[in-house]
C-alpha cells in the first residue's frame, strides 16, 4: 500500500524558513514524480511544485517561486520542501502527492494527510 | 494564473446525473488535454478521479466520467450514491509548466 507521510510544519514566524519532509512507502519512490500542493484552511487547492523522478526538472507556481525549493532524496525514500521568506499567506495544510508517471504530470495519487504550516508572528 | 472558474455548488437524487464544470482559457484547460478531477471528502485528503480529461485510475467507478469541450471541462457522475457527496475540484496544466485549480463544488445528494 502505497504511503505518503508528511512532517515538519507548525507555527512560524513571518520571514522565517521551514523544512517539510515526506516519507514515502510502497512503491518504488526513484520511479515516480512527485509535487506538493497546499490548501489553505476553508479554501481550495493549490498546486506548489513538482519534481521528476531523478529531480532532473524541477517545477514552481510563481506565488513560491524564488522562496520554495523541492528536492528529493531517492535513496531514502524522501521528498522536501524548503520554504524560506514565509509570509502569512503560506499559511495551509501542505499534501505530499505522487505522480503516476516517472516524468512530471499534473495529476497527483495519492495524497498524503498534509501538515500544517501556520505562518503568524 | 486565474483559478478554473466551477459553480460553488451542484445537487442531485440518489441514482441520477451531476454534471459539474470547469472553465478556463486557451491557456490552460482549453490548449492542453491535461485536465483532472479531484474528489475531497471533509477532513479528508483529495483523491484523483479523473485525468487527461476522460481516463480513470484503477479502482474509480466507472459512473464517473470526464469530457472537454473548448475551454470547459465536464465531470459527470451517473447513479449518484450517498457517498458521492464531497468537494470536488479540477485542476489544468497551464502555460510555462504549471498547474491551475479551480475554486472547488460541493456536491450535494439530495
Known amino acids: 500500500e502505497v504511503q505518503l507521510v508528511e512532517s515538519g510544519g507548525g507555527l512560524v514566524q513571518p520571514g522565517r524558513s521551514l523544512r517539510l519532509s515526506c516519507a514515502a512507502s510502497g512503491f518504488t519512490f526513484s520511479a515516480y514524480a512527485m509535487s506538493w500542493v497546499r490548501q489553505a484552511p476553508g479554501k481550495g487547492l493549490e498546486w506548489v511544485s513538482g519534481i521528476d523522478n531523478n529531480a532532473d526538472s524541477t517545477y514552481y507556481a510563481d506565488a513560491v517561486k524564488g522562496r520554495f525549493s523541492i528536492s528529493r532524496d531517492n535513496f531514502k525514500n524522501t521528498l522536501y520542501l524548503q520554504m524560506n521568506s514565509l509570509r502569512a499567506e503560506d499559511t495551509a495544510v501542505y499534501f505530499c502527492?505522487?505522480?503516476?508517471?516517472?516524468?512530471?504530470?499534473?495529476?497527483?495519487?495519492?495524497w498524503g494527510q498534509g501538515t500544517l504550516v501556520t505562518v503568524s508572528s | 494564473q486565474s483559478a478554473l472558474t466551477q459553480p460553488p455548488s451542484a445537487s442531485g437524487s440518489p441514482a441520477q446525473s451531476v454534471t459539474i464544470s470547469c472553465t478556463g482559457t486557451s491557456s490552460d484547460v482549453g490548449g492542453y488535454n491535461y485536465v483532472s478531477w479531484y474528489q475531497q471528502h471533509p477532513a479528508k485528503a483529495p483523491k484523483l478521479m479523473i485525468y487527461e480529461v476522460n481516463k480513470r485510475p484503477s479502482g474509480v467507478p466507472n459512473r464517473f466520467s470526464g469530457s472537454k469541450s473548448g475551454n470547459t471541462a465536464s465531470l459527470t457522475v451517473s447513479g449518484l450514491q450517498a457517498e458521492d457527496e464531497a468537494d470536488y475540484y479540477c485542476?489544468?496544466?497551464?502555460?510555462?509548466?504549471?498547474?491551475?485549480f479551480g475554486g472547488g463544488t460541493k456536491l450535494t445528494v439530495l
Open positions: 485542476s489544468s496544466y497551464a502555460v510555462s509548466n504549471t498547474v491551475v
Open positions: 502527492t505522487k505522480g503516476l508517471t516517472s516524468g512530471w504530470f499534473p495529476w497527483f495519487d495519492p
